[in-house]
Every structure is written in C-alpha cells, then in structure tokens.
C-alpha cells in the first residue's frame, strides 16, 4: 500500500474525485453551451467553469478548512434545525430525486437508445435500469474500496475515451466557430455561470468533500491543516481535469454547427459528433464515455447518501439506505429525462445561492468569529431572493416582487442579485450581535458602578 500522502495515492484519489464529480450532465451541458454561445463561447465557457469547476473546488476546501466531518454540523452553524433541513434537501436535491435517476436515464438515452432505435415499449428502460443501478449498489456495498475501484480503473478508462474524441476534434474541427445564438449574444459569462448550476457540482462538493476529508483521514491525516493540505492537492487534480475537459467540449460544441447544424441537447450533439468522425464506432465510443460517467457518479451518490441518513437514522442500516436508493432511483429513472430536468432546475436555483453563502461564511469565519447571527443574517437574506429565483425558475412568477427586485438588486436579472442582499445580512447579523454586546457591558459596568 502507498504510504500517507504518496504521489500515486494522491493522483488516485484526484482521478476519484474528478470522476465522482464528472457525470452525465457534465459531458452534456458543455458541449451544448459551446454550440448555442458560438464565437462568445469562451465567455459562456468562463462562466460555466467558475460554477462548474470553481465553485466544487471551494466547496471540497471549505469543508476541509471548516473542520467538521460533515455538511449538517457545518450548516448548524445556522441553527440546528436549519443544518438537518438544508443538508436533507441537499442530499436528497443530489441523490435520489434528480442527480442518481439522471445518471441512469441518461446512460440509456444516450449509451443504449441509438443501438435499438425508437421503441414505444418501457421495457428496454426498465431492464437497464434495473441493470445499472443493480452495479451501481453492487459497488457501493463496497465503499472501502472506492478509491481501488472508482480512481484505478474506472477514471483512466472514462479519460481515455474522452480523451480519443476530444484530440480528434482539435486535430480536425468539424467546422468554423459560428456566430451566437440569441440567448447568448448578451451576458453571455452569466448565462454560462448559470448553466454551471445544472452540473449539481457544487452541491455534491459537500457530500464528495466528506469522502475526500474521511479517506485523507484513514491514510493518517489527523491536523486540521494535514487534512487540508492533502484535501487541496486531491481537489486541485480533480479541478484542473474537469476545466481542460469542459472547455475541451464547449470547443467541441462551438465548432461543430457548421457539419452538424445546431441540435436539441447535448446528447445529440455528442452523438452526431462521434458519429462523424468515426462511423457506427463512434456510437460504441460515446456509449462507453457516457456509461462510466455516470456509473462512477452513481455509486460515489448512493455511497454519500446512504451513509448520510444512516447516520441521521441509525436504526436503518448503511446496506438498507443503499438498496433502498438504488430502488428509488431506478423507479425515479423511468420518468424520462426531460422531466428530471425541468423539476430539477427551480430546485437547483433556489438551493444553489444558499450552498455559495455557507461556503462564504466557512472561509470568512475567524473575521467575525463565527458569530451566529452573521451566519443566520446572511442566509435568510439569501433564501428571500433565492426563493423568488426558483419561483421563476418553476413558471411562478410574482410581478410585483420579480419587478422590486430588478429594480433594485444588481444581477438579479442575471441570477446573483441574492449577492447583495447577503452581504447586507452579514452586517446586520453582525451588528445586532454587537449591539447586544455593547448593551451587555453597559449593563455589567452600570451593575459594578451602583
């Protein structure tokens, strides 16, 4: 076995997390975003990259840096009613209600469909899913080995697949970079940081952080900055694969119109592009990629899952919640993917903002000292405006607040004007926290006076 810390171990554990973060969405997200931003693709591309790269590698530190073993202590900063409540949607935001069905349902749409054409019969879906989250529990029984199975074999194969395509596609680009779509011929860094959103990254940061952090552990890392440092290493490897790999795709997207025309999602455009460099292989390779992206997502999910509410329900073992996600998941997958979709993004817009706010308060901490009401200040602030984002998100709009709220909170337009209104709640917190100190001594040295 390597010893603490070795130059392999790391590099495993890099190759695992980047693999528990790269899933479905990450491969079909980009490469849409390339295609729809055209020749604003590197701006679209920077945004996409600080939500979908950025923000994870944030969310693995602050975890580290916070020194707490999991997301509910850290979110009980809060209060503790507010860390089970966040931390349960979180999970089940990333588990299984959307991120787990989607990484079998698109393993299907993209991986298996195109070999047995349109059916109107469920049965194909139902077998597979069955199939796939059937080696999905089967590893996640075994996540003491998680590093062996997922970083030593699983991440080098996805790499390699990935990686024929994308050199392929900068030794010979399909076609020129075309002009923009509508959507992004404007803001088009925002619309990109907004789609970074759907990759879930961010969130699965805190559930993927606890892996990291627990495995540095085992290896012998038992200081707050030993299990930091090491964390910062694994998360940077992760980081630095996942943003050459994104910008590969969106490059792959933006110069792939003029041979393919402009396609209806991701998928399709990574399955017109395989097949026009490489025939009826193209099809086996795309399925290859998409098939080990997602499993390797799926087991490190149902793995966080399982052990989360195991801990928060001790009398339902790790092997019960694990089978019983697995089961949840496959039945959940059988919606389709486009409804896992269109229900999952209002939950994503309004849960997002509240995850980049804790991550804030954790670095900012020692500056005020972990006062609560910063804390408590700061995300209501947050979740008032978040709420309303994913109300509209969902088609429910209020006028009169979505018009205030223009009016008055820079980006909110854009999808940040929750920015401002947590800043102001942080000070607030802070001040009332110090009003009521002030008055406490006052009070004490008037009682010491008399």
Not at 260 to 269: C, D, H, K, P, S
Not at 363 to 378: C, D, E, M, R
Request: include cysteine.
């Amino acid at each position: 076995m390597p010893s603490k810390g070795s130059f392999s171990f790391m590099i495993a554990a890099g190759f695992m997390l980047f693999a528990l973060f790269f899933g479905a969405g990450n491969l079909i997200f980009p490469v849409m975003l390339g295609q729809m931003a055209g020749e604003n693709v590197w701006a679209a591309n920077a945004g996409f990259v600080v939500t979908g790269v950025g923000l994870p590698l944030l969310g693995i530190l602050a975890l580290g840096f916070s020194g707490k073993s999991d997301l509910q202590s850290l979110a009980s900063r809060v209060n503790p009613v507010y860390g089970v409540f966040f931390t349960v949607a979180l999970y089940l935001a990333i588990g299984p209600l959307f991120a787990i069905p989607r990484t079998g349902t698109v393993s299907y749409e993209i991986g298996i469909k195109p070999f047995i054409g349109e059916t109107n019969s469920v049965m194909p879906l139902i077998i597979f899913s069955i199939i796939f989250f059937g080696v999905t529990l089967f590893f996640s029984l075994k996540s003491s080995k998680l590093v062996d199975v997922v970083g030593k074999v699983l991440t080098p194969l996805l790499l390699l697949f990935i990686a024929i395509l994308i050199v392929t596609v900068f030794i010979n680009p399909i076609g020129q970079i075309q002009a923009p779509t509508e959507t992004y011929m404007e803001n088009a860094f925002f619309k990109g940081f907004q789609e970074g959103y759907l990759t879930m990254d961010a969130l699965a940061a805190f559930v993927f952080g606890i892996i990291i952090v627990n495995t540095m552990k085992d290896r012998g890392a038992q200081t707050k900055k030993q299990i930091m440092t090491s964390s910062m290493k694994v998360a940077f490897i992760a980081a630095a694969l996942l943003a050459i790999i994104y910008t590969s795709l969106a490059y792959m997207g933006a110069t792939s119109v003029e041979g393919i025309g402009t396609l209806e999602n991701g998928g399709a455009i990574l399955a017109a592009v395989s097949t026009h460099y490489f025939g009826s292989f193209g099809k086996v390779l795309l399925a290859l990629i998409v098939i080990a992206a997602c499993l390797t997502t799926s087991i490190g999910l149902i793995t966080a899952c399982a052990s989360y509410f195991n801990k928060l329900v001790p009398s339902i073992s790790y092997t019960k919640w694990a089978v019983i996600f697995s089961i949840f998941s496959a039945v959940i997958a059988n919606f389709g993917l486009s409804t896992l979709i269109s229900i999952s993004v209002p939950v994503l817009v309004a849960l997002y903002p509240l995850a980049i706010c804790l991550m804030a308060l954790t670095f900012l901490h020692p500056l005020f000292k972990g006062n609560t009401a910063v804390y408590q200040g700061s995300i209501l602030m947050t979740f008032i405006v978040s709420l309303f984002d994913g109300l509209n998100a969902a088609g429910i709009e209020i006028k009169a607040i979505d018009d205030l709220f223009t009016a008055i909170l820079p980006g909110y337009s854009v999808g940040i004007g929750w920015i401002i209104p947590a800043i102001i709640g942080g000070i607030i917190g802070f001040a009332v926290r110090f009003g009521k100190k002030e008055s406490y001594h006052a009070t004490a040295v008037e009682r010491k006076v008399s």
